[in-house]
Structures are given as structure tokens and as C-alpha cells.
């Protein structure tokens, strides 16, 4: 593992986001008498350590489903505001105690809303400016890797933009990765445990068998009474892929003593848009987290997990939708398991989107349906 990786660390975080949207941020005439607020919402992080106390982090902080104007004007119009953050922030830690510390954050964020119309009437208006971000919380170690904290994220009202203050509070976690000595390291390289060093696939998706496994890891799949049912962990998108193959190439860059991997990849994507079949292709790279969540005598079973990987697409606004400009993001999640004398094969059920992450304001996003996935490591 090289020395960059050994002062990095991720973190996630969950909790409440608050946001209080009201009719004065609708133009006059319009408003209503109740609203839908759904406060769960998660925060992402990527960090690096320039010191032992100090840190910078990049991250994204989003609801896990937007706030709603329910009938406006009681003529049965609902309609959603969205809002991401995508930030860059130092983190300066004050230790209380031999495991515990208060920390302070400052950065600046990229803040996009997304407002609505009413036939062709702008009622709230979109926005997309650079804001301030500040916080604190509580962090406890609990062993060299893990961290548990308590957070407090805070984004000022903005009267230009018509954007009350943002607040979130969390729980969450922080994993650091560890340089290993030579020691540690051959025990880890010839213990039983199984880690592919690399991972050439090929997937195939079609929308034959329809996005119910996007919408449910997106909270958004409608199910009985329910109109957001799921898990609210990835996206979904108004571009909807009719077919998607994909090549992909991983490799091992670190891993643990058993559970724990990190991959970097690139792949090509082509797909065909399902509403007038556009022909796009997609040249990405990522990074990829990868947990083993089973391993058994014939098989090594996991989840992996990979956002913000940076991606080319040879068309934008697809289907005559706003999905942004050319150079976008990838993301995806899936299930896998390694199979076959020495782990030789590899069989997984991926879910892919393109989006540029709400940096724009033009983000409607793809939706790739589940890919079922054929490798061969090496």
C-alpha cells in the first residue's frame, strides 16, 4: 500500500437533515397547506491526514428523498424540491481524552437545488452557487482502524439564492486505512483467505426485467401503500439504459486481514437509451470497495460498492433529457461471489448510474437496469 493510501480514510454517516422550506419561497399566488419531509439523510466523506489532528475531506451530503409541496393551489399538483451538497473541508481534531476528541470543520461547498414548475410556470427556481460549510462533533477511537462519531454539519441561509439554512445531524463511522509492516504484510499474503488481484468481466443488462432492484437501493420503489420503499443508498435516474454491456477491469490496491478491499478500475460501457434508442458509450474509472461477507469452502461471497468515478459519455442531454454535460460520474453497487478451484471465476449482479452528482443543475441522470456479470481473475 503506498504511503497516500495509509493517511486515507472514508467515512459515513446517517441521520436527520433539516431544511425549512416553506410557501415564501414560492412566487406569490402559490402555496399550500402541507408539506412532505422526509429528514433521513446521509453524509459521504473521503479523507486524507496532512497531520495527526488535521484532515481534508471531500464528501456529498443529501436527503434520502426530497422535500414535497403537497397540492399546491389544492389543484393536485406535488412537487419536489432536491438538494445536494458536494463539499471540501479541513477537519481539525482536540483530543478530550486517550480515545476520545472534539473536532471543528470549515470548507466550502458546491450547493445545487433543484425547484419545479407548473406547466410551463416556474414556481421555485433552481439555484446553483458556492456556500460555506461549517461543523463539530465528537469522535471515539475505538481501535486503530474504526472510529465512531456524533456530527453536527451546518450550510447558512442564502437570501440571493431564496435557500434557508441546511442543518444535519448524524451517527456515523470512520474506517482509516493502516500501513502494514513486513511482517503483518506476509501473514496477511499467505493466510487462507482469498483476495482477487485482478478482475477482468464482461455484464450485460437489459430493462426487459425493469429497474425494481435500482429504485429499491434507491428509495423509490412503490410497493402497496408505500411511495418510496427501499434502501437509500444509491440512484436511480430519468434516463432509463434499454440494453447495457459493459467490459471491466479491477485491480487490487489494499486489503485486509479478511473482510476488507479496495480496487481501482476502469471500464467501457454502451447503451442504449430506452425511450428513442440513443447510442452512448461510457469510458470510466473508479474506485471500488469491496466487503466479503461469506466465505465458504467453494465459494467467497461479497458486496462491493464504488461512486464518483469519473467518466466520460460520448453524448450529453440523452432522450432530449437534462443529464448534463460529457464528463459525468459512475456508480455502482452489486453482489458477487468468487468461485472454482483457486477462485478462478466470478459471477455478479451489478447496478450501474451516470450523473454528474447534482454539481449542475442539468442532472436527470441514467439508470442502467441489473447487469448479471461474468469474470475471470488472474
Same mark, same amino acid.
Given at each position: ?31 399550500? /397547506? ?74 466550502? $461547498? ?11 410556470? /416556474?414556481?421555485? /427556481? ?43 445531524? %448524524? ?15 506476509? /501473514? *496477511? ?5 482469498? =483476495? ?14 425493469? *429497474? ?13 401503500? *408505500? ?11 430519468? $434516463? ?32 442504449? %437509451? ?36 469519473? @467518466?466520460?459519455? @460520448? ?19 452489486? *453482489? ?10 466470478? =459471477? ?31
Amino acid at each position: 500500500m503506498t504511503n497516500f493510501l495509509s493517511k486515507s480514510y472514508y467515512s459515513i454517516n446517517l441521520g436527520g437533515v433539516f431544511y425549512p422550506f416553506s410557501n415564501d419561497n414560492l412566487i406569490d399566488g402559490y402555496q399550500t /397547506e402541507t408539506f412532505s419531509k422526509n429528514w433521513f439523510s446521509g453524509r459521504l466523506l473521503l479523507g486524507h491526514k496532512l497531520t495527526d489532528d488535521l484532515a481534508v475531506q471531500f464528501g456529498t451530503m443529501r436527503p434520502a428523498s426530497w422535500f414535497k409541496y403537497d397540492n399546491v393551489n389544492n389543484i393536485g399538483y406535488d412537487r419536489s424540491v432536491w438538494i445536494n451538497a458536494w463539499s471540501l473541508s479541513l477537519k481539525k481534531d482536540f483530543k478530550l481524552h486517550k480515545n476520545t476528541s472534539f473536532y471543528a470543520e470549515a470548507g466550502i $461547498v458546491n450547493l445545487t437545488r433543484f425547484g419545479f414548475l407548473i406547466g410551463d410556470k /416556474e414556481i421555485y /427556481e433552481d439555484a446553483h452557487y458556492g456556500s460555506l460549510l461549517y461543523g463539530f462533533g465528537v469522535q471515539h477511537r475505538l481501535t486503530d482502524t474504526w472510529r465512531l462519531s456524533l456530527n453536527g454539519t451546518f450550510l447558512p441561509k442564502s437570501a440571493k439564492h431564496n435557500q434557508p439554512p441546511i442543518s444535519q445531524f %448524524s451517527l456515523g463511522f470512520e474506517y482509516h486505512l493502516q500501513q502494514l509492516d513486513d511482517k503483518k504484510s506476509q /501473514e *496477511f499474503a499467505s493466510n487462507e483467505h482469498f =483476495f482477487s488481484t485482478n478482475i477482468l468481466q464482461v455484464s450485460y443488462g437489459t430493462s426487459a426485467i425493469g *429497474f425494481g432492484v435500482n429504485r429499491f437501493f434507491g428509495m423509490s420503489l412503490k410497493v402497496g401503500s *408505500f411511495e418510496s420503499f427501499g434502501i437509500p443508498v444509491f440512484w436511480v435516474g430519468e $434516463v432509463k439504459a434499454k440494453h447495457a454491456f459493459s467490459v471491466t477491469y479491477q485491480r487490487l490496491i489494499f486489503r485486509t486481514e479478511k473482510i476488507f478491499s479496495l480496487d481501482w478500475g476502469t471500464s467501457v460501457t454502451a447503451f442504449q %437509451s430506452e425511450l428513442i434508442g440513443e447510442n452512448i458509450f461510457a469510458f470510466s474509472i473508479f474506485p471500488v470497495l469491496r466487503f466479503y461477507l461469506l466465505r465458504k469452502k467453494d465459494f467467497d461471497f461479497y458486496t462491493n460498492y464504488s461512486i464518483i468515478g469519473p @467518466t466520460f459519455l @460520448t453524448k450529453s442531454n440523452i432522450d432530449s433529457l437534462e443529464t448534463g454535460p460529457k464528463i459525468t460520474y459512475q456508480d455502482t453497487m452489486g *453482489f458477487g461471489v468468487f468461485f472454482g478451484k483457486e477462485r478462478k471465476y466470478n =459471477f455478479e449482479l451489478r447496478i450501474m448510474h451516470y450523473s454528474n452528482g447534482n454539481i449542475f443543475t442539468g442532472n436527470d441522470g441514467v439508470a442502467v437496469p441489473l447487469q448479471f456479470t461474468l469474470g475471470k481473475t488472474f
